[in-house]
């Protein structure tokens, strides 16, 4: 059974930093993606950034330059890193993780950010 726990969500001024954390348990194939995802009200579901075990990362235009996404591979955790964050950026931030026979993902963690 694997578990994906997410941290690090809450309330920031535009232009402000949050760091978010996800850390995953149980049996999880070592070669996989981890990554984030977000639904803003109203909307579906979008890609953030992703990044794989070998270090690839892929991050959506619209956080380019101002979101950063990390892994420890040792401790199955990602990040990510927000910085000069817009109130168009505020949504449930979703992380996920994918292998070959396996798709799974966390709660979810609010992120507001006020103008």
């Known amino acids: 059974q694997v578990q994906l726990v997410e941290s690090g969500g809450g309330l920031v001024q535009a232009g402000g930093s949050l760091r978010l954390s996800c850390a995953a348990s149980?049996?999880?194939?070592?070669?996989?993606?981890m990554g984030w995802y977000r639904q803003a009200p109203g909307k579906q579901r979008e890609l953030v950034a992703i990044m794989g075990s070998g270090g690839s990362t892929n991050y959506a235009n619209s956080v380019k330059g101002r979101f950063t996404i990390s892994r420890d591979n040792a401790k199955n955790t990602v990040y990510l890193q927000m910085n000069s964050v817009k109130p168009e950026d505020t949504a449930v931030y979703y992380c996920r993780l994918q292998y070959a026979t396996g798709d799974y993902w966390g709660q979810g963690t609010q992120v507001t950010v006020s103008s």
């Open positions: 149980g049996s999880i194939f070592r070669i996989n993606v």
